[in-house]
């Protein structure tokens, strides 16, 4: 068993100032993991290592996790621009930093751990579960933690239940007070667009808008494919971009099919008209917490996959309840995929089942416009297009450097019933 030390003693009884304080930190954890390596016993102060069984101990403001000793530990203080990503086992401690180097996008879930400072004192301990998404969040006194997890529900709980934040005590996770919705052509725009793994902070959207060609943003409000944290992706922050001119695509990463381009780490479709249903209802309570409200466009995520007779029926099903689902709670119905897959899918079945009302197609061709051979031309008209034509570019304006995906947007203003 391999032990850290918790890196913000909750108290210490010598008087230190906080930088020497996080040199000794550093120190005992440099020496904890040296003597581990060396097979030495651990150091006095320090939890018992016992024999190896496999495991590590991370404690973390008043808590001890006890998690496989295969994942990683990443000190968000030490590390800022380390990425918080789900799609990989390990715990990120700390608050994420204001520019992560995260990959354009990161897609699937699997068991990972977020730990950071509460924001807020507490006024009791809670722990809720959204297993839509498959997530469970535990707040304390002094901690908040996202807790992520894909096929081994029961380890995360296991852990979580080891650190005293009980799961099998988790609520439902309840809807988040609904801030007053922004006016619907928030998800409307005609021009270039980019989309980054995780919401980038103010001043790099401020940086951006002033000398980026960019004025609309592709968000990934949930699902449980969704790779990155969102640590800054709050209602407010929707607000502060909308009201400096930035205009938004909301994707929702939700099951996808199995042998598709996500990959072994995401979640597939298995029960595709529930999935579907359940996957609208988890994005418009996700939607609305940002603003986002009746009228705006959500776009369900459908990475590439090998087309076959039984796949196509398994996407198409999916994608007919996501749509029926999102008119009835009154938005509009969004999709991405590949022309290679979805649109090609789509386009064959368009008689036969029930067509997003935009269409987002992804074909990396470097053309900044809405057509494609794919597409005839009589679907998908009056401005219900976007084209994502470049992806995992790296860019730089006004100093700030993100990884992106480029698309051309043409998408028109919400004119009534979806």
């Known amino acids: 068993m391999r032990t850290i030390p918790d890196p913000l003693p909750p108290r210490s009884p010598f008087p230190r100032t906080r930088s ?23 150091p006095a102060g320090a939890a018992p290592a016992g024999a190896d069984d496999g495991s ?16 990683r530990v990443v000190d968000l203080e030490q590390n800022p621009t380390a990425c918080v990503r789900f799609d990989r086992h390990a715990v ?39 297993s839509t998404s498959r997530t469970y969040r535990a707040t304390d006194e002094r901690i908040t933690v996202t807790a992520a997890y894909g096929r081994d529900r029961a380890a995360i709980r296991r852990i979580l239940d080891g650190a005293g934040l009980s799961a099998g005590a988790a609520r439902v996770e309840p809807s988040a007070a609904v801030p007053a919705p922004l006016p619907a052509d928030a998800t409307s725009y005609r021009g270039r667009g ?15 808008k002033d000398d980026s060609p ?14 990155c944290s969102q640590a800054r992706l709050t209602a407010q922050w929707v607000r502060n971009q909308y009201a400096g001119g930035w205009r938004f695509l909301p994707f929702y990463v939700g099951p996808q099919p199995a042998g598709g381009s996500c990959g072994s780490a995401c979640t597939t479709l298995t029960s595709p008209t529930a999935q579907g249903a359940a996957a609208a209802d988890d994005a418009v309570r996700q939607a609305a917490a940002l603003g ?24 198409l099903t999916y994608l007919k309840a996501w749509t029926e689902r999102l ?19 789509l386009v064959a079945h368009e008689g036969t089942t029930t067509l997003p009302d935009v269409l ?59």
């Not at 980019?194 to 951006?208: K, L």
């Open 20 to 42: 020497a304080a996080r040199r000794t930190v550093r120190t005992l954890a440099a020496l904890t993991a040296t003597l581990a390596a060396l097979g030495a016993a651990a």
């Open 56 to 71: 590590t101990r991370i404690s973390y403001r008043g808590h001890t996790f006890t998690v496989p000793a295969g994942w």
């Open 92 to 130: 990120y401690l700390g608050t994420p930093g204001e520019r992560q180097d995260c990959p354009a996008r990161v897609l699937g879930r699997t068991e990972a751990l977020l730990l950071q400072p509460a924001q807020a004192v507490a006024s009791e301990r809670s722990v809720t579960e959204n």
């Open 194 to 208: 980019f989309d980054a793994c995780t919401a980038p902070s103010q001043s790099s959207m401020d940086a951006w």
């Open 214 to 227: 960019y004025s609309a943003v592709g968000i990934y409000i949930g699902g449980v494919n969704r790779g």
């Open 292 to 315: 986002l409200g009746k009228g705006t466009v959500l776009y369900n995520d459908i990475e590439a996959y090998p087309r076959s007779t039984a796949v196509t029926t398994e996407v």
């Open 327 to 345: 008119h009835t709670l009154g938005y509009r119905s969004g999709a991405y995929g590949s022309t290679a897959s979805l649109v090609t899918d």
């Open 360 to 418: 987002h197609f992804a074909h990396w061709n470097d053309q900044a416009n809405t057509t494609d051979a794919t597409l005839p031309a009589r679907l998908w008209a009056d401005h219900r297009r976007v084209h994502q034509y470049a992806g995992n570019h790296t860019e730089t304006y006004g100093g700030v450097t993100i990884n992106i995906d480029r698309n051309q947007l043409d998408v028109g203003p919400f004119t009534g019933t979806p």
